[in-house]
């Protein structure tokens, strides 16, 4: 019971000495004000040099960008040896060289519950011109031992850097990971010495995990799919099944029995790496019941037969297929509105209004490069696609695809090119592209250096800037509040209606893929104040830890359909452990008040009798703006 004695005790003296008393009080946070404003919306601007060409990227800050480039004679230097890693800062558009010891040409990546980012696989030691090196420990000219597993602990004091782990059981060049439900990472796939695509002599059809669980599983699908097995598309679903997808080949893994059923193949194109199709999964979100679908667009229709011969890649029509499945739902794939045109190599961008944006790539052609004599210069691709896409999800059927306004790039976006959402909530970086076996700057696509931001049209817009938001994320629990003001609701109270809270991970992108990347609608509902104030009344994570794995993720408001600046959180607990899952918590229903003017009530007499912690903490959090205050009586 806590009695309020003294008229000139004020609301926050008192919310401070309650906690105080109670002594826990899970952190809140504002989010950030405006971003800076873009010189044109729906349009790029260059903004950096990626010191290495940008073969992957991910952001591991909320200002900091990671780019990791294979190894190959950069201009600039550290530690007697060229740069092949680089930290980009958000803010100050300055990049600082990072030292990445060992070859991660074609690695995988992707984030552990705790935060700690694992970049595997990658090619052997190498030389100039990506040939091998006489000892695979290291040696002349680069010492870059064979690539096995690097980890990084992202900072923003610019001291933190790579450094190895224990290398993985064998050896993966082109593998693809998945954090799963306990903060781990799934390995799936790869060959052991690399190439255009893969063969019996070296395929590693298996896949393992970090922190390892033993010996590599056989996998079928990566047997039963060569030549085109490498990088499969990977996505964990909420049912704890993971979903593979590999040449025309698709399946659902059962990861604790080992146990693979087989759904409907691949439709029209090929999708994985060389064809290298734009793919993701679809926001999770309460309206379908947090029900996964996963999209791929474009890629290549051509024969398992045909990639081992010596043909005219380049000038091979890309596809403008695109196609949908729910794989915990049904085994088959439906047809979605085609591309405007047929597109390799083409990334897939969740933003966080839930319209995908689509770029980078080629008309024709697929990934990789070669010395042949119907190459471009080295590259498979050419004529480069330079104008973004925005599919829209909940337009009508034949009008989701649109190009309206959306201005081209003048940096053409071939194989090793890359893109992840920044934490301003709309702006996409974009790096990369160097279809060529060491640095070429004179190539018909030359090593790429230039580092892009694509602004969407409402980048310039005024952002919500909500209070309360908190630091972590469990699995079910107490909601939590988050207050908006007037003009974060655009001078409207109503459009607190259709406000959302969405939590977004950005992934680890390359090769036309962005590994891990998910976004989820956490649910809620709402009080509207008549001073055009109002509170969105937030629900943690789903008590699932398959929807949304354990790990950093962004946090944004959605009001109007323009999002606040995003912040990380910590979704779980921070540790690689199974999370706990706790109930979820029934939330207040929804309305606007129209009687009184919330902040305006005032608290009259000489005492006040708070008849339970639970009535206390909504009243705190409804009229004072604490947020996710957990008060221990």
Known sequence: MVLLTSPKQTISELVLYLLCAAGYVRAARNAPGQPKQAVT????EIVGNSIGSGQQVFLGTEDKVYIVDKTENNPTQINGHPAWAAEWSVSSEQTRPMDVITNTFCAGGSVLGNG?????????AVTYGGDAATSQLGGAPYDDPDGRQSMLNPCDGGNCDWFLAAPMTTRRWYPTLETLQDGSIIIVGGCMNGGYVNDASQNNPTYEFFPSRGQPVLSPILQNTLPINLYPLLWLLPSGKLFVQ????????????????PL????????????????????????????????????????????????????WPASSS?????????????????????????????????????????????????????????????????TPLVYDPKAPATE???LDGLSSSTIPRMYHSTATLLPD?????????????????????????????????????????????????????????????????????DNIQTANVIVMRTGFSTHTMNMGMRSVQLQSSFTGNSDGSAVLHVNQLPPNAAIMPPGPALLFVVVNGIP???????????????????????????GINSQQAAGQKQISGTSFLVHSARDWLVFMMKYVGVVSAILLF
């Open 246 to 261: 590999s040449g025309w080949k698709t399946v659902l893994l059962d990861m604790d029995q080992n146990m693979e059923t």
């Open 264 to 315: 409907q193949d691949m439709p029209d194109a090929v999708r994985v790496y060389p064809a290298s199709a734009g793919s993701t999964m679809l926001p999770l979100t309460p309206d379908n019941n947090y029900t996964a679908s996963i999209m791929f667009c474009g890629g290549s229709n051509i024969s398992t037969a045909q990639w081992t011969q010596n043909w005219d890649i380049p000038h």
């Open 322 to 386: 695109c196609v949908q499945i729910t794989p915990d739902q049904s085994p088959n794939y439906v047809e979605l509105d085609a591309l405007p045109n047929g597109r390799t190599m083409g990334n897939l961008i969740l933003l966080p209004d839930g319209r995908v944006l689509c770029l980078n790539g080629a008309k024709i052609g697929t990934a990789g490069y070669g010395n042949t004599t119907f190459t471009i210069g080295q590259s498979y691709a050419d004529q480069p696609q330079l």
């Open 41 to 44: 919306v729906n349009a790029f």
């Open 425 to 493: 909530g709309s702006s996409v970086f974009v790096a990369g592209s160097n279809p060529n076996s060491d640095v070429n700057t004179t190539a018909p696509y030359p090593t790429e250096y230039r580092i892009e931001q694509f602004y969407p049209s409402y980048y310039n817009q005024r952002r919500p800037e909500p209070q309360g938001l908190p630091n972590q994320l469990s699995y079910g629990g107490s909601y939590f509040n988050v207050s908006l003001t007037l003009a974060d609701l655009f001078g409207n109270v």
């Open 400 to 402: 989701r695809w649109s």
């Open 116 to 124: 700690t980012w694992l970049n595997v696989g990658g090619n052997q």
């Open 564 to 590: 606040s600046v995003g912040i990380q959180v910590m979704c779980g607990s921070g540790n690689i452990e199974k999370q706990t899952m706790m109930p979820v918590q029934n939330l207040p229903t929804s």
